[in-house]
């Protein structure tokens, strides 16, 4: 079982908890774009490392509140906890965000508002 | 809705305990009874969202100036308010003052960016009292309970025996614990058969 600090409402068991599954998957925007293949790997592909893994968690039977989590999935160490909408600050965390093999995807490039993420897709 | 705001012309109507016998079970040895429980019937309860400009409105009608901190609650006369959740809050009013006050609020929220929800008959409030309140509530429950922890005027939304409740300590000895209307059958048997050994009691 798991002490999980709630961002909110601070340290509850694990079982107040819904883990939401693997955190900063980006829906692509210029979606018409992309290969099914690529888009596939937004839809369906999750990762499950052993390791250092980026979730998304919810305090459901708390405060109802989605954060995320960077959590060892060998240790169960919870490295650091941080709020929806940001990438880990840890090193650890910022190393598993920059290592996933889902930044390289087209459908991640494709889910950045920027303009220079549709000539990435090239075709 | 059943109730109305005139509380004189306000039916008693049932509760979701008003089925439950009325009962006293002591414990053998002394005849003490470690865990009272009372149903609050008809406790005014209202969802209120909405951020910090939502103050005015709510200190209008309850009389606190600030809205409670995280896992506080603030209780001004028979008015409490209790955090459920940043920018969630739940209103406990007296019985059949809910509807004018969820209206009143609604009035004077405006063009405020929040939502008020009238929830009194969706949740069953019950008192508890005693002395081994917290010992009874820790046989279903994860939440560190001990007086040093959870102190007076804090709450907790978190589970008691597979049950989603939200539990408000009042005093030492005295908590209200506010669960769903469809589960307090449940929690009022739960709590009946974890109390036994303390001696418990129920009145409607």
Known sequence: MLLITCPHCGPREESEFSCGGEAHIARPLAENNLTDAEFADYLFLRDNPKGMFLERWRHAAGCRRWFNMARDTVTHEIVEIYPMGNTPKSKAGKAAHADSWRRDTAAEAAAKPASKSRSKQGG | ?????????????????????????????????????????????????????????????????????????????????????????????????????????????????????????????????????????????????????????????????HAAVTLVAVSDDQFTLICRTSFAAYVHDWLMDAGLEYGVSFKG
């Open chain 2, 1 to 161: 809705m059943a109730s109305t705001a005139n509380k004189g012309s306000r039916a008693p109507g049932r509760t979701a305990l008003s089925g439950k016998t009325k009962q006293t079970i002591a414990t053998p040895d002394g005849g003490r009874v470690g865990l009272a429980i009372t149903e609050l019937s008809h406790l005014g309860k209202i969802n209120l969202r909405g951020g910090d400009d939502i103050l005015p409105a709510v200190k209008k009608h309850t009389g606190c100036s600030n809205l409670p901190e995280n896992n506080r609650t603030v209780q001004i006369g028979e008015r409490t308010l209790i955090w459920l959740a940043p920018d969630e809050f739940l209103v406990l009013c007296e019985a059949g003052e809910e509807a004018g006050l969820h209206s009143q609020l609604m009035l004077d929220l405006g063009k405020v960016h929040a939502a008020v929800t009238n929830v009194t008959d969706a949740l069953c409030a019950l008192s508890l009292r005693g002395q081994a309140l917290r010992k009874v509530l820790a046989k279903g429950c994860a939440l560190d309970l001990h007086p040093s922890v959870f102190t007076a005027g804090m709450c907790a939304q978190t589970i008691l025996s």
